[in-house]
């Protein structure tokens, strides 16, 4: 129940194209879905988050679309960047109580070529 | 504003022995929670902790402890360290319990033989 599962495990895009990576997830009491982007030897920096509420936020060239009914969401990365090439994460945190533990997808390398 | 900030980065050790990593979180931040990071089992929770109190627990064994100070920095402590703990240990911090928002460290790079 607490899993989340995220595909692909590894994507490469052409440079200026559509990145779109998948999350799904089966706890129905996850109320918060954040994006992580990591570079190799940093921490996962926090991208894009929504929550249930919503089917869709977009912030620049960033885009979650949430399908709640599915039980899934998605990032959208429009006009790829070679400088968007990283690792990706999704994850969903369970709300009520004081735990605020996030569950982290597999991740998903992505590799935008020039 | 400063962000999150973990010390050692890079740490080698022996197995059998012990080892303490230190987290700074973001000003302001009560909320810190640790996570270990492996190719094999990606990114798992280990423990929350807010107000100097440990909030949350994950699967991980007893050898696996931390701790907050009055200044909201926590140290995390694993004894008896076994191969299987190399990993890329995360902190992130948050403003509270109620914020969804956790903003992560650079990691400590521990590495076990």
């Known amino acids: 129940q607490q899993q989340v599962k995220q595909s692909p495990q590894s994507l490469i895009v052409q440079k200026g194209g559509i990145s779109i990576i998948n999350c799904a997830y089966e706890?129905?009491?996850?109320?918060?879905f954040p994006w992580y982007q990591q570079f190799p030897g940093k921490g996962p920096a926090l991208l894009i988050a929504i929550r249930p509420d919503v089917s869709e936020k977009k912030e620049g060239r960033f885009t979650i679309s949430f399908n709640k009914s599915a039980k899934q969401f998605s990032l959208h990365i429009m006009d790829s960047q070679p400088g968007d090439s990283a690792t990706y994460f999704c994850a969903a945190r369970r709300g009520g109580g004081s735990a605020r533990q996030l569950t982290f997808g597999s991740g998903t390398q992505l590799t935008v070529l020039p | 504003k400063a962000g999150v900030t973990q010390t050692p980065r890079y740490l080698i050790k022996t197995r059998g022995q012990q080892v303490t990593l230190s987290c700074s979180p973001i000003?302001?931040?009560?909320?810190v929670s640790w996570y270990q990071q492996t190719p094999g089992q990606g990114l798992q929770f280990l423990f929350e902790y807010f107000s100097e109190t440990q909030r949350n627990k994950g699967n991980f064994p007893g050898r696996f402890s931390g701790r907050q100070f009055s200044n909201s920095r926590s140290e995390m402590n694993v004894s008896t360290l076994e191969l299987g703990d190399s990993a890329l240990y995360l902190c992130a911090s948050s403003y509270g319990t109620g914020s969804g928002e956790q903003y992560f460290g650079p990691g400590t790079r521990l590495t076990v033989t």
């Open positions: 000003s302001g931040h009560r909320s």
């Open positions: 706890n129905t009491a996850f109320d918060y």
